[in-house]
C-alpha cells in the first residue's frame, strides 16, 4: 500500500517485514550493561512516561504513552545517552579499560585525566547529537570540535557551546556533506569522529551510540508494565539516519519477540531517506538528494545509517512522510494537555509522531490506513519525544503563534 492524502503525509506499507530475524546487537545482553552504564552517571534517573488518558479517549484508543526525552540530563533531548556511552567507550579502548569494570567517576579521576584530555572528539550534527558529544566531552574533560549544516539556527549551535567542551561551527554546506566534512577532519587532525551514523568501514562507534539509544526503551517498557501494560500494540518512532528509531525498534522487537508491536515510522517530506528505502523494492538503504528546509532539523537526513537500515527494514510495519504541519500541530496538542494529562513541551522533531496519530486516529480518509494498522479502543500506542524546546524563539511561533497550521 503506498498513498498521499490531503494532509501531505504519504504513507506505505513495508514489504520487506521480517519480524523474526531479530538484531543480536539491540538484544537483552548487550543492552542491559548500557543501562547500568547510564545508571552509574551523575544525575542520572529515568525520564517520565506520561501518561495521556484525555488523548486517548479523544482518539478512542486504549492508552497513549509519551516517554518524555526532553527531560534526559538536562539536555532537552535523548541525544546525551549515545554521546556519553560511545565517547566513554571510546577512551576505554583507548587506555585499554573495560567499561563494566570500571565507573565513570574512576575514569574521571587523576589517574586517566591527563591521558583523556589529551583526546579530541568531531562530529558533525543538527543540533542535539553535538549537544550530546559537547556535554560527554565536558564531563570527561577533554575537547571536542562540532560542525553544524548551513541554515542552523545560531540559538542551537550557543546551546552546544554550552553544554560541555566544544568548538561550534556552522558550516555552507548541508547535513550529509557536512558529516563528510567532519570525517575529513577527524583523518586529518588525528580526531576521534563520533557520529550517529554509519557507512562502510566506520560501524563500530555508530553501533555504540545506537546502543546507547537503547536505555530509553529498556525505561518506558519498565515504566509501560508498572502501569499494567505488558507491551505497546504501536510505537511509532521519528527517523532521521534511522539511528535512534533502530535502536528503539530493534531494542523493543528482541523484548517483545512473540507479541510484537505494529512499528511505525515519521519522516519529514522530502527528506525521507527510511520512507524511500523501504519503499525501494531491493531493500538496500537509499539516499535522497537536494535540500528540505524542514522545522524538522533534527530529522532533514537523507542518507539512512547502514548499522540501523536492517533493522528497520526487517521491523517496522508502516513508514510516513509528514510536512510540518504534523510536527507543529503535535507539539500544539503536547502544549495543550486534555482533562487531567500533563503538558509536555515537545520541540519540532519530538511531536512529528504525535500529529501523525492524531491524524490516523481521527480522520475519516485515513480510516482504511487506520483500519490496516490495527488502530483501535483496544491500541496501547507507545511514543517517543525525543527534545524539547530547543529552539525556543521557534518553539513560541508555532505553539502559541500558530505557525505551519494545518489548512
Keep these: 500500500m503506498d498513498v498521499k492524502n490531503d494532509y501531505g503525509i504519504s504513507i506505505i506499507s513495508n514489504q520487506h517485514y521480517k519480524s523474526e530475524e531479530l538484531p543480536e546487537f539491540l538484544n537483552q545482553e548487550h543492552t542491559m550493561p548500557v543501562l547500568k552504564f547510564h545508571q552509574s552517571l551523575k544525575g542520572y534517573e529515568p525520564t517520565p512516561l506520561v501518561r495521556l488518558d484525555g488523548l486517548a479517549e479523544l482518539l478512542h484508543l486504549k492508552a497513549v504513552f509519551v516517554k518524555d526525552e526532553s527531560r534526559r540530563f538536562g539536555l532537552k533531548a535523548f541525544k546525551g545517552l549515545g554521546g556519553v556511552y560511545a565517547l566513554t567507550k571510546v577512551v576505554c579502548k583507548e587506555l585499554g579499560l573495560d567499561i563494566e569494570k570500571?565507573?565513570?567517576?574512576?575514569?574521571?579521576?587523576?589517574?586517566?585525566?591527563?591521558?583523556?584530555?589529551?583526546?579530541?572528539?568531531?562530529?558533525?550534527?543538527?543540533g542535539n547529537h553535538g549537544k550530546g558529544v559537547s556535554w560527554a566531552a565536558g564531563l570527561l574533560g577533554c575537547k571536542a570540535y562540532v560542525y553544524m549544516p548551513k541554515g542552523s539556527a545560531k540559538?542551537?549551535?550557543?546551546?552546544?557551546?554550552?553544554?560541555?567542551?566544544a568548538e561550534v561551527t556552522i558550516t555552507d554546506k548541508g547535513y550529509d556533506d557536512t558529516v563528510r566534512y567532519a570525517s575529513e577532519m577527524a583523518e586529518e587532525k588525528g580526531w576521534y569522529l563520533v557520529q550517529d551514523t554509519s557507512w562502510d568501514?566506520?560501524?563500530?562507534?555508530?553501533?555504540w551510540i545506537i546502543q546507547g539509544y537503547t536505555t530509553m526503551a529498556s525505561e518506558a517498557a519498565q515504566q509501560l508494565e508498572a502501569e499494567g501494560f505488558p507491551a505497546p500494540t504501536h510505537v511509532f518512532v521519528q527517523a532521521g539516519v534511522g539511528a535512534m528509531a533502530g535502536g528503539v525498534t530493534g531494542y523493543l522487537a528482541n523484548r517483545y519477540h512473540g507479541q510484537m508491536p505494529v512499528f511505525a515510522t515519521a519522516e519529514p517530506e522530502d527528506m525521507a531517506c527510511i520512507f524511500a528505502s523501504i519503499k525501494s523494492p531491493d531493500g538496500a538503504g537509499h539516499a535522497v538528494t537536494g535540500e528540505c528546509h524542514t522545522i524538522m532539523a533534527g530529522l532533514n537526513c537523507g542518507e539512512p545509517c547502514t548499522v540501523s537500515w536492517p533493522v528497520l527494514r526487517n521491523h517496522v510495519r508502516w513508514s510516513f512522510s509528514c510536512p510540518d504541519e504534523t510536527a507543529a500541530l503535535g507539539m500544539r496538542i503536547l502544549a495543550a494537555p486534555i482533562g487531567d494529562d500533563l503538558p509536555v513541551?515537545?520541540?519540532?522533531?519530538?511531536?512529528?509522531?504525535?500529529?501523525?496519530?492524531?491524524?490516523?486516529?481521527?480522520?475519516?480518509?485515513?480510516?482504511?490506513?487506520?483500519?490496516?494498522?490495527?488502530?483501535?479502543?483496544?491500541?496501547?500506542?507507545?511514543?517517543?519525544?525525543?527534545?524539547?524546546?530547543?529552539?525556543?524563539?521557534?518553539y513560541q511561533r508555532i505553539v502559541y503563534g500558530g505557525a505551519h497550521a494545518l489548512l
Design 155 to 165: 540559538i542551537r549551535a550557543e546551546a552546544i557551546q554550552n553544554a560541555g567542551r
Design 102 to 126: 570500571i565507573t565513570f567517576q574512576e575514569l574521571c579521576s587523576d589517574t586517566y585525566s591527563e591521558q583523556i584530555k589529551r583526546m579530541v572528539f568531531v562530529t558533525a550534527t543538527d
Design 201 to 207: 568501514g566506520y560501524t563500530q562507534i555508530p553501533t
Design 345 to 394: 513541551i515537545s520541540g519540532e522533531s519530538g511531536a512529528v509522531t504525535t500529529g501523525l496519530l492524531a491524524l490516523l486516529a481521527s480522520c475519516p480518509q485515513l480510516e482504511e490506513i487506520r483500519s490496516a494498522m490495527g488502530l483501535n479502543e483496544d491500541s496501547v500506542v507507545l511514543l517517543f519525544n525525543t527534545e524539547g524546546d530547543t529552539d525556543p524563539e521557534n
